[in-house]
């Protein structure tokens, strides 16, 4: 408080991990209102750890940190640390790599799937043969094929994870959703974007809740992980 | 995290202001000049201030227990922080320490792990595309392709939903109850692939034992009672004391089983010298039987174990090479033989590419039915590649799988796999399919025609045709591992013990009891076999 007082701040900024966070939470409670003028935020690298334990939870014995572990991408000693989070830059390689991975996979499918991908892929040439010359993307990405395909594909994602390709399909869609609200709020936290941040807590709170109770008020045992 | 967000959802009610603050970069910090690589504030801490705490020299923490010196340490931690950065930096080693946002981005970073990225994606492609698969199929385990239970199945594909509905139950409640924010929040049992666990009926004689003394004791009660108190035992033994008769079922109802191998050890010694067999044109291999003849320590992965049957019965030294499975039905007249020898269990699992891991030890696998199933049709996929074309050069392969019987041959130089419908057959058993093999081998190719099997049930079925071929027949038993594994000459057999006994065997056989017919009990084979001679 002296320290925002001292900055001309109106309000004091704390940040604390999810453990010390509830407790903070209780003082300023208990304690009205002397720190009535205190925010508290939770840690965000914090809260991507108990993301990616309760992610890792999902998926354990899978068979996709099998896959992880047969191509040597990691090893074998290290696949409790993965799954459990324990390393968290480990972590942040690995999962986004395995849902793109699976992304790409799903997109194989959707391309045969797909009526119109002749005329894709003559755009795409098309394009190639451009790109060539101006050495710029912007247009491609306005075009109205490929925004097509994206509406289409984003659509076919949705199905798949209704079920509409098999259990197993939808299994792993719903980890690719997961680790797509990863980025997200990797993006929102890079930009300084409040608002992609709040939409994309909802989700996550919403997995991690499944984990343990402690975790949706806020509650983690902190270790130093860095 | 639900408290967090609602409050960051009502920060202009309760905090009016404090968003522009956030938006002003209070929200994260910005250590470098570029843009896009603002990281939370946590991790910020953790790399500045606790990241000498964690150093190698731990502190305090490490040399002692007092209470207030590790408070003064944790008090003064910031400080002494501070003072390490400003020293490093002293000696130019401050930006050593910082670490840069966008290393994923360096060239060497990006090419790594596009590599890794490639393995990964022909990895989940060789062993179980989740996106190709049949859409009737259960939750799979991608890398063993064993299914999960429904159960478990269910647990896992809800976790959106149920998750959805914890944290809007936690937040309702919480409005409801005053102190209902500092509860303990009850775990949920969340059932995931780790909670598979394979269920293995063994086929042990306790269950056996435990109702055999039960029908003893009920004789010996009954005898009990009978001289305390007045009973008929007349009228008592009129009805039968138990449920099965007991001479020809065990006390569980389970059918009863005499030696087989008796009636095999009987017929093996009518002749007394059986030679060896000269020409050999053909081998006719028992697949199972195959399988239980390799090395219980087979490589982690299907198409592993594939090569090496391939390689197992190419060491055979005939041109041509059969290979008949057993397919397994159900329902069939051998469940009761299969649910003794514990074949049923544990759960399915799909084999789909040569890449894909066993789920469990080979040894083990060979127990199971869902195995037993699975792999025979995989081995017809998995022959025809071309890698396994200097191995079948020269060589004539017949696999009888299902109701079908594929050829494998070299032609101009690639493995080429055609059907045989004079071999397509629908008889489930191994055991009859041989015969088949056997009639077709002594069609088509010259030669003696060597039987791989160890099995009663094959001796017997072979006697009574073996009449119908004129090549010489032989069976070759024991497993490779047995120091007796030796020849038989079913032709030479067959002669001694003459026609008429031959037409009469399986009859016999199947009387006296096989796997889908009980045995006397005590009465064995021998001495029934001496009575029909």
């Keep these: 408080m002296k320290c925002a007082s001292e900055c001309w701040q109106t309000y004091g900024l704390v940040t604390y991990d999810l453990d010390v966070a509830k407790i903070a939470h209780e003082i300023q409670i208990s304690e009205q209102p002397e720190f009535d003028r205190l925010f508290i935020m939770f840690g965000v690298f914090h809260i991507f750890i108990c993301f990616f334990r309760a992610i890792g939870r999902i998926i354990a014995e899978s068979g996709g940190p099998a896959m992880l572990t047969d191509t040597d991408v990691l090893a074998p000693g290290s696949l409790r640390g993965f799954i459990e989070c324990k390393s968290y830059n480990r972590c942040r390689r690995l999962h986004p790599m395995l849902a793109l991975a699976f992304e790409i996979l799903l997109y194989r499918r959707f391309i045969t799937d797909y009526d119109q991908a002749d005329e894709l892929h003559n755009e795409m040439k098309n394009y190639a043969s451009q790109f060539e010359k101006k050495k710029e993307v912007d247009d491609i990405c306005d075009s109205p094929t490929f925004m097509e ?4 594909y984003e ?4 199905k798949t994870e209704d079920g509409a390709l098999g259990k197993t399909a939808q299994f792993w869609a719903m980890y690719m959703r997961y680790i797509q609200m990863y980025h997200f ?12 941040f709040i939409s994309t807590l909802t989700t996550v709170t919403d997995s991690s809740s499944l984990l343990t109770g402690r975790i949706i008020r806020g509650g983690w045992p902190s270790t130093n992980l860095i | 995290m639900a408290k967090y967000q609602l409050d960051l959802m009502n920060i202009d009610e309760t905090h009016p202001g404090l968003r522009q603050l956030l938006d ?10 570029t843009e896009y690589s603002r990281i939370p504030v946590d991790v910020t801490l953790e790399q500045t201030v606790n990241a000498d705490a964690a150093s190698r020299l731990t502190g305090v923490t490490a040399s002692t227990d007092n209470y207030h010196a590790r408070v003064r340490w944790n008090i003064t931690k910031s400080s002494r922080a501070a003072l390490v950065n400003e020293a490093l930096s002293m000696v130019d080693l401050g930006n050593a320490r910082r670490q840069e946002v966008r290393t994923d981005l360096k060239p060497s970073r990006i090419q790594r792990d596009n590599i890794d990225l490639q393995k990964l994606i022909k990895q989940i492609e060789a062993c179980l595309n989740p996106f190709t698969l049949d859409m009737s199929l259960p939750l799979l385990n991608i890398s063993t392709g064993r299914a999960v239970t429904d159960e478990v199945s269910n647990s896992l594909l809800s976790v959106p939903e149920v998750g959805k509905k914890r944290h809007q139950d936690f937040v ?5 109850q005053k102190n209902r924010f500092e509860m303990p929040i009850k775990r949920n049992p969340l059932k995931t692939f780790a909670k598979m666990c394979v269920v293995n009926r063994k086929a042990g004689s306790t269950s056996k034992e435990a109702q055999l003394k039960c029908t003893t004791q009920l004789l010996g009660r009954i005898a009990f009672t009978a001289a305390v108190t007045k009973i008929d035992l007349e009228h008592v033994f009129s009805f039968p004391l138990t449920p099965v008769p007991l001479s020809m079922a065990r006390g569980d109802g389970t059918m009863a089983h005499t030696d087989k191998s008796q009636l095999f050890h009987l017929l093996e010694k009518t002749v007394a010298d059986h030679g ?3 020409v050999i044109g053909t081998h006719i291999v028992d697949g199972n039987f195959q399988l239980h003849c390799m090395s219980p320590d087979q490589p982690p992965k299907y198409g592993q174990i594939s090569e090496s049957i391939i390689r197992a019965s190419l060491a055979y030294p005939s041109r041509r090479i059969d290979i008949t499975f057993d397919t397994y039905e159900r329902p069939s007249i051998k469940d009761c033989e299969r649910d003794r020898r514990g074949a049923v269990g544990g759960c399915e699992f799909a084999i789909e590419g040569p890449a894909q891991r066993l789920p469990e030890k080979f040894k083990k696998l060979l127990n199971r039915e869902e195995f037993k199933r699975q792999l025979p049709p995989f081995l017809v996929k998995n022959w025809s590649s071309p890698h396994l074309q200097p191995q079948i050069e020269g060589r004539e392969i017949y696999l009888g799988v299902m109701n079908v019987c594929t050829r494998f041959l070299v032609e101009d130089g690639a493995v080429t796999d055609e059907c045989v419908p004079s071999l397509g057959c629908n008889h489930p058993e191994a055991d009859t399919r041989v015969i088949l093999h056997m009639l077709h081998a002594a069609r088509t190719t010259p030669g003696d025609i060597i039987i791989r099997a160890s099995d009663t049930d094959i001796l017997v079925i072979l006697l009574h045709h073996v009449h119908r071929v004129t090549a010489t027949v032989w069976m070759e038993v024991r497993t490779s591992g047995q120091r007796n594994r030796r020849y038989i000459n079913v032709t030479k057999i067959a002669a001694t013990i003459g026609p008429a006994l031959c037409a009469a065997l399986p009859g016999f056989h199947s009387f006296t009891g096989c796997d889908y017919t009980s045995a006397f009990v005590r009465k064995g084979k021998i001495r029934p076999y001496t009575i029909l001679s």
């Design chain 2, 172 to 176: 309702t409640e919480c409005k409801n």
């Design chain 2, 276 to 278: 060896k067999p000269r």
């Design chain 2, 24 to 33: 002003a970069g209070g929200f994260s910090v910005r250590r470098t000049d």
């Design chain 1, 149 to 152: 395909v994206f509406r289409e």
């Design chain 1, 185 to 196: 709020m990797q993006r929102a936290v890079r930009e300084n974007n409040i608002i992609l």
């Design chain 1, 155 to 158: 659509k076919y994602k949705r």
